[in-house]
């Protein structure tokens, strides 16, 4: 599902090249339950920015179900974010002007999908994270463990190939982050690929595979 | 085309969520437009009302009239009185390069009225030559001007405005034929005159100059002329402004120089003067008002700008999410556009309506203003200002939406 050969990434200053990634090569199969994991400053938020096509790599390949993702246009970028790809971040980015149910319609707006049959995917997926009765509610009124629920419903709506989540538990609590982790389980076992960036060991213990990043390199995976 | 519903809610949301910097970026806009079509439409009301006193009688037309010598000539001193007679006249009309046709007028000065059957008003009432009727286009209802059968045998005729006849008369009374009596003399009505919208011109009164002469001077005194003269330039005019005034200082025994013995007028050289002034006035209207379209652009702008910044994260969560720089700038762009749009076109229904409203007040109240005649805004300038605005919207939008673009999803996020 995702294959990196030889991903470099500096970040240059006036004065200085910081080199982030220092020749990743991996691989992910389809249906994997991976996690990501290193202290800050291993480069691990800059890998899945790239794999979220979020930020552009320097040398190497990156192949994304097949498909080279390199030198794209913004527009291209975005549909294949669109499409390929579901986010889940650590402090759930919901819009709060917008009903728990708008929110996870959104990306499907994108996708240019009818109002009628946005609200009722949206629900769907709303009733997989068990939070079907909150479809009418505001973020701000829901708890955090519910928000995260909420944006994993968003990051699964369009069906996308693989889903990236960034700290996903990094503002929950103990018992909260295990019932979310419990979700991307559930996600997993329906056949989905989950990549999870984390810092916590308990987090990661609980994915299937551990790839493990300290200074730009890969030690383990 | 379809509407997009979704993008319209998130307008209106958007707006909805700070309406006071919604509203007071509005009031720019309008204010803009609103001045625009104001300043427009009462600097054509000012134009009209000159533009219509101006297309009375003929572009040519010269006015003289005796003043007070102001320097010495020929042992004589200054401060004498220059009095017109028929001797002028003659001069004028016989002996005068570039005069074409001559009126002399005898004003009938102070206090009296003008009575019929116990009813008695105050008119203006002049006598003059029959070709005041080619200099001033007096144009007639009823009957006849006064010819020069009238003058030649002091005939005792007038002819009246229509402000007489609703005085002095019933409406079904047939005024030609009838007399009527100015400071104790009765007159016989051989002409009304056309109504005019002018109150003045309704009010006027003509009668032989040869017999007011002979009844109210006891000579042949005239108090002023108005005459047409051969000229298409202001220095054809001032050529034969000169000429006159020398004639003039033969007859009346003063310096041809002196400038201030006889007064004078022309409408040419003051009908360029007034195109001058309102070509001038008109530039500067539009400057004023594209400066505060300008002005109101460039708040929305601002405003959009800070829209942005506020809407940072929520944009880069729609990156994220799969919203293409297209997407991004048109709900921008689309946003500062409905802002200036529905503003500006507030601002432009307003504004006609002020100038409507005053205008059809003052037809209606029949008010009869000296400096505002049928103040009027063209449609082809509102068509103008609304393309303007809608174009100056986007432009506004357009920037703070590149900045919109520009937003890094992962940096936007982490804020």
Same mark, same amino acid.
């Given at each position: 599902?995702? $294959?990196?050969?030889?991903?470099?990434?500096?970040?240059?200053?006036?004065?200085? *090249?910081?080199?982030?990634?220092?020749?990743?090569?991996?691989?992910?199969?389809?249906?994997?339950?991976?996690?990501?994991?290193?202290?800050?400053?291993?480069?691990? *938020?800059?890998?899945?920015?790239?794999?979220?096509?979020?930020?552009?790599?320097? *040398?190497?390949?990156?192949?994304?179900?097949?498909?080279?993702?390199?030198?794209?246009?913004?527009?291209?970028?975005?549909?294949?974010?669109?499409?390929?790809?579901?986010?889940?971040?650590?402090?759930?980015?919901?819009?709060?002007?917008?009903?728990?149910?708008?929110?996870?319609?959104?990306?499907?707006?994108?996708?240019?999908?009818?109002?009628?049959?946005?609200?009722?995917?949206?629900?769907?997926?709303?009733?997989?994270?068990?939070?079907?009765?909150?479809?009418?509610?505001?973020?701000? $009124?829901? *708890?955090?463990? $519910?928000?995260?629920?909420?944006?994993?419903?968003?990051?699964?709506?369009?069906?996308?190939?693989?889903?990236?989540?960034?700290?996903?538990?990094?503002?929950?609590?103990?018992?909260?982050?295990?019932?979310?982790?419990?979700?991307?389980?559930?996600?997993?076992?329906?056949?989905?690929?989950?990549?999870?960036?984390?810092?916590?060991?308990?987090?990661?213990?609980?994915?299937?595979?551990?790839?493990?990043?300290?200074?730009?390199?890969?030690?383990?995976? | 085309?379809?509407?997009?519903?979704?993008?319209?809610?998130?307008?209106?949301?958007?707006?909805?969520?700070?309406?006071?910097?919604?509203?007071?970026?509005?009031?720019?806009?309008?204010?803009?437009?609103?001045?625009?079509?104001?300043?427009?439409?009462?600097?054509?009301?000012?134009?009209?009302?000159?533009?219509?006193?101006?297309?009375?009688?003929?572009?040519?037309?010269?006015?003289?009239?005796?003043?007070?010598?102001?320097?010495?000539?020929?042992?004589?001193?200054?401060?004498?009185?220059?009095?017109?007679?028929?001797?002028?006249?003659?001069?004028?009309?016989?002996?005068?390069?570039?005069?074409?046709?001559?009126?002399?007028?005898?004003?009938?000065?102070?206090?009296?009225?003008?009575?019929?059957?116990?009813?008695?008003?105050?008119?203006?009432?002049?006598?003059?030559?029959?070709?005041?009727?080619?200099?001033?286009?007096?144009?007639?209802?009823?009957?006849?001007?006064?010819?020069?059968?009238?003058?030649?045998?002091?005939?005792?005729?007038?002819?009246?405005?229509?402000?007489?006849?609703?005085?002095?008369?019933?409406?079904?009374?047939?005024?030609?034929?009838?007399?009527?009596?100015?400071?104790?003399?009765?007159?016989?009505?051989?002409?009304?005159?056309?109504?005019?919208?002018?109150?003045?011109?309704?009010?006027?009164?003509?009668?032989?100059?040869?017999?007011?002469?002979?009844?109210?001077?006891?000579?042949?005194?005239?108090?002023?002329?108005?005459?047409?003269?051969?000229?298409?330039?202001?220095?054809?005019?001032?050529?034969?402004?000169?000429?006159?005034?020398?004639?003039?200082?033969?007859?009346?025994?003063?310096?041809?120089?002196?400038?201030?013995?006889?007064?004078?007028?022309?409408?040419?050289?003051?009908?360029?003067?007034?195109?001058?002034?309102?070509?001038?006035?008109?530039?500067?209207?539009?400057?004023?008002?594209?400066?505060?379209?300008?002005?109101?652009?460039?708040?929305?702008?601002?405003?959009?700008?800070?829209?942005?910044?506020?809407?940072?994260?929520?944009?880069?969560?729609?990156?994220?999410?799969?919203?293409?720089?297209?997407?991004?700038?048109?709900?921008?762009?689309?946003?500062?556009?409905?802002?200036?749009?529905?503003?500006?076109?507030?601002?432009?229904?307003?504004?006609?309506?002020?100038?409507?409203?005053?205008?059809?007040?003052?037809?209606?109240?029949?008010?009869?203003?000296?400096?505002?005649?049928?103040?009027?805004?063209?449609?082809?300038?509102?068509?103008?200002?609304?393309?303007?605005?809608?174009?100056?919207?986007?432009?506004?939008?357009?920037?703070?939406?590149?900045?919109?673009?520009?937003?890094?999803?992962?940096?936007?996020?982490?804020?």
């Amino acid at each position: 599902m995702i $294959q990196l050969n030889e991903i470099r990434k500096s970040y240059n200053t006036e004065f200085t *090249s910081l080199e982030v990634l220092k020749g990743i090569d991996l691989t992910i199969n389809e249906g994997e339950f991976v996690s990501i994991m290193g202290s800050s400053g291993s480069g691990k *938020s800059t890998l899945l920015n790239i794999l979220g096509i979020l930020d552009e790599y320097d *040398s190497g390949e990156y192949l994304l179900d097949g498909r080279l993702i390199k030198n794209l246009t913004q527009t291209q970028a975005a549909q294949y974010r669109n499409k390929f790809l579901g986010f889940v971040f650590q402090s759930f980015n919901l819009l709060s002007f917008k009903m728990a149910w708008e929110n996870v319609a959104l990306p499907l707006y994108y996708q240019k999908v009818d109002r009628a049959i946005r609200k009722e995917r949206a629900i769907e997926y709303l009733d997989k994270v068990g939070l079907k009765d909150w479809a009418n509610h505001y973020p701000n $009124q829901m *708890s955090g463990g $519910q928000q995260q629920r909420v944006a994993i419903a968003r990051a699964l709506i369009t069906e996308p190939r693989v889903i990236l989540a960034d700290e996903p538990t990094g503002a929950l609590d103990t018992q909260t982050s295990y019932d979310v982790m419990n979700i991307f389980k559930e996600v997993h076992e329906q056949g989905m690929t989950v990549i999870i960036v984390t810092h916590e060991e308990d987090i990661s213990a609980k994915t299937q595979r551990v790839i493990r990043l300290q200074d730009g390199d890969i030690i383990s995976s | 085309m379809k509407i997009d519903y979704d993008k319209w809610e998130e307008i209106f949301e958007s707006l909805g969520r700070h309406k006071l910097r919604t509203f007071l970026t509005a009031l720019a806009v309008w204010w803009g437009i609103f001045m625009l079509v104001l300043l427009v439409g009462l600097s054509n009301g000012l134009r009209n009302s000159f533009e219509r006193d101006f297309s009375k009688g003929a572009k040519n037309a010269l006015f003289m009239w005796g003043d007070r010598t102001s320097m010495p000539y020929n042992g004589l001193k200054p401060g004498r009185e220059v009095d017109f007679d028929m001797r002028d006249y003659e001069t004028l009309i016989n002996d005068t390069e570039g005069v074409q046709i001559v009126s002399g007028r005898f004003n009938f000065w102070g206090d009296y009225s003008v009575t019929r059957n116990n009813k008695s008003f105050s008119y203006n009432v002049q006598a003059v030559h029959p070709s005041i009727k080619k200099i001033q286009f007096t144009k007639l209802d009823k009957g006849r001007f006064i010819n020069n059968n009238d003058i030649d045998n002091t005939r005792k005729s007038i002819v009246v405005g229509h402000q007489v006849i609703a005085d002095l008369f019933e409406e079904d009374e047939e005024p030609i034929g009838e007399f009527i009596k100015i400071k104790g003399t009765e007159y016989m009505i051989v002409g009304v005159s056309e109504k005019g919208e002018r109150d003045w011109e309704n009010r006027n009164i003509f009668l032989p100059i040869s017999t007011a002469q002979r009844i109210h001077a006891g000579r042949d005194r005239v108090h002023s002329f108005a005459l047409t003269v051969d000229a298409t330039t202001i220095e054809e005019v001032e050529a034969i402004e000169a000429t006159i005034r020398s004639k003039m200082a033969t007859n009346h025994q003063f310096d041809p120089e002196d400038t201030q013995a006889i007064g004078m007028w022309n409408k040419l050289e003051r009908y360029q003067e007034f195109q001058m002034i309102f070509s001038g006035m008109k530039g500067f209207t539009w400057f004023v008002g594209i400066g505060s379209i300008i002005a109101g652009m460039i708040g929305v702008s601002n405003i959009m700008l800070i829209v942005v910044k506020d809407r940072t994260r929520e944009i880069g969560v729609r990156k994220a999410l799969g919203a293409t720089p297209r997407n991004i700038i048109s709900m921008i762009v689309t946003e500062a556009v409905f802002l200036t749009s529905i503003a500006g076109y507030l601002g432009l229904l307003m504004g006609f309506g002020l100038i409507y409203t005053l205008s059809y007040i003052q037809k209606t109240q029949n008010i009869d203003l000296d400096f505002f005649y049928n103040p009027e805004v063209d449609f082809g300038a509102v068509m103008i200002a609304l393309v303007v605005l809608i174009i100056s919207g986007a432009l506004s939008g357009l920037i703070p939406a590149i900045q919109a673009v520009k937003i890094n999803p992962v940096v936007a996020m982490k804020s």
